[in-house]
């Protein structure tokens, strides 16, 4: 199976800070990755889908680069919403896996 | 508006049986693929099963495969996820999530929890 490792586990930061999250998957998974965000009690929501793609609602501060073993998430400028868990997910290989989570918290 | 709800969660006893149903509404369910994603109390994300859209393609995760069995019915546009032999560790909130021609999940249902304790 393919492990796909992200970091921090945890993130301390202040409304209208950068913000980067990153994932490395054990082999290359391509661009076959998405972004969930996930908060407390909720459903996961996708942020990202082919590495880079935003999908469709979600606001632009969110951004996705890389490819091949190496993935970050980057929010731009924190907002009082974003806090909350984030996840990367590998969609190149049965079975799919998902990262450990990151989660941003306020500083 | 696209709207998953899944049902069926319980508590039982290991070794126990349950059937996890997922209706669909707002779109033709017979479009999508679908899959199961379950969360353990306070941990990350694991994929359960998926099965394409007609059916004829199924995955498991090689920590349930043999023990559950995903099912589909398009014409009454439900999903379902047969557990049997439960194990503690199955314990988790099980959500139905679509997927499109690529395996990442779009569309989620809010979640069922299942406990499977003595």
């Known amino acids: 199976d393919i492990q796909m490792t992200q970091s921090p586990s945890t993130l301390s930061a202040s409304v209208g800070d950068k913000v980067t999250i990153t994932c490395r998957a054990s082999q290359s998974i391509s661009s076959w990755l998405a972004w969930y965000q996930q908060k407390p009690g909720k459903a996961p929501k996708v942020l990202i889908y082919q590495a880079s793609s935003l999908e469709s609602g979600v606001p632009s501060r969110f951004s996705g680069s890389g490819s091949g073993t190496e993935f970050t998430l980057t929010i731009s400028s924190l907002q009082p919403d974003d806090f909350a868990t984030y996840y990367c997910q590998q969609y190149n290989v049965y079975p799919w896996t998902f990262g450990q989570g990151t989660k941003v918290d306020i500083k | 508006e696209v709207q998953l709800v899944e049902s069926g969660g319980d508590l039982v006893q290991p070794g126990g049986s349950l059937r996890l149903s997922c209706a669909a509404s707002?779109?033709?369910?017979?479009?999508?693929?679908m899959n199961w994603v379950r969360q353990a109390p306070g941990k990350g994300l694991q994929w359960v099963s998926y099965i394409s859209s007609g059916g004829s393609t199924i995955y498991y995760a090689g920590s349930v495969k043999g023990r559950f069995t995903i099912s589909r019915d398009n014409a009454k546009n439900s999903l379902f996820l047969q557990m049997d032999s439960l194990r503690d560790e199955d314990t988790a909130v099980y959500y139905c999530?679509?997927?499109?021609?690529?395996?990442?999940?779009?569309?989620w249902g809010q979640g069922t929890l299942v406990t499977v304790s003595s």
């Open positions: 707002g779109f033709t369910l017979s479009s999508y693929s």
């Open positions: 999530a679509t997927a499109g021609t690529y395996a990442w999940f779009r569309h």
